[in-house]
Antibody, heavy 118, light 108 residues
Framework: EVQLVESGGGLVQPGGSLRLSCAAS????????MSWVRQAPGKGLEWVAN????????YYVDSVKGRFTISRDNAKNSLYLQMNSLRAEDTAVYYC???????????WGQGTMVTVSS | SYVLTQPPSVSVAPGQTARITCGGN??????VHWYQQKPGQAPVLVVY???DRPSGIPERFSGSNSGNTATLTISRVEAGDEADYYC???????????FGTGTKVTVL
């Protein structure tokens, strides 16, 4: 079964850090670009970052550049998002998603909630 | 940055046809993808590359794209189609992925 499972979310104070993980199974993880997408409470979807198969290319939405770092470990079939200098506006459900078919997000995890609050 | 505009809501009676638009500058030159999201659940891809359906998605879901508007059409609407729908493209000028504002479909 094709599956993505996120973990690592939680409550963190403004200015703090958090590392999200996403475990992939059921497909050849190392062959595809991967992404993080977030959704603030009651709001729409927002692409956050994506990473090439070998990790050599990474792209970020402007609002997280310099604060978030996407990475992957193909040996462990895992995707990561290191989030530093967190702000209240980073509060959201964070989904990992694969880009297998074209440039569409075809497989999604169940999401992990990140709350930034004092 | 590239902007995708959707109507906030669409209402449709069961058995009728729902059409959800996604407006963007010359969107017809891009590949458009559509997602369905039910409350408390992750999004699901229902149409990709303008008009293709992933395995397991009913034929009732179809898409088109031309000029400045892409459209997701849901035929013979069922109560289970009630959800939020988002369009999405990849903007090559910025290497960014862009989502539409989202449309809530209500089945009357």
């Amino acid at each position: 079964e094709v599956q993505l499972v996120e973990s690592g979310g939680g409550l963190v104070q403004p200015g703090g850090s958090l590392r999200l993980s996403c475990a992939a199974s059921g497909f050849t993880f190392s062959s595809y670009w991967m992404s993080w997408v977030r959704q603030a409470p009651g709001k729409g979807l927002e692409w956050v970052a994506n990473i090439k198969q070998d990790g050599s290319e990474k792209y970020y939405v402007d609002s997280v550049k310099g604060r978030f770092t996407i990475s992957r470990d193909n040996a462990k079939n895992s995707l990561y998002l290191q989030m530093n200098s967190l702000r209240a506006e980073d509060t959201a459900v964070y989904y990992c998603a694969s880009l297998i078919v074209s440039d569409a997000f075809d497989i999604w995890g169940q999401g992990t909630m990140v709350t930034v609050s004092s | 940055s590239y902007v995708l505009t959707q109507p906030p809501s669409v209402s449709v009676a069961p058995g009728q046809t729902a059409r959800i638009t996604c407006g963007g500058n010359n969107i017809g030159s891009k590949s458009v993808h559509w997602y369905q999201q039910k409350p408390g659940q992750a999004p699901v891809l229902v149409v990709y590359d303008d008009s293709d359906r992933p395995s397991g998605i009913p034929e009732r879901f179809s898409g088109s794209n031309s000029g400045n508007t892409a459209t997701l059409t849901i035929s013979r609407v069922e109560a289970g189609d009630e959800a939020d729908y988002y369009c999405q493209v990849w903007d090559s000028s910025s290497d960014h992925y862009v989502f539409g504002t989202g449309t809530k479909v209500t089945v009357l």
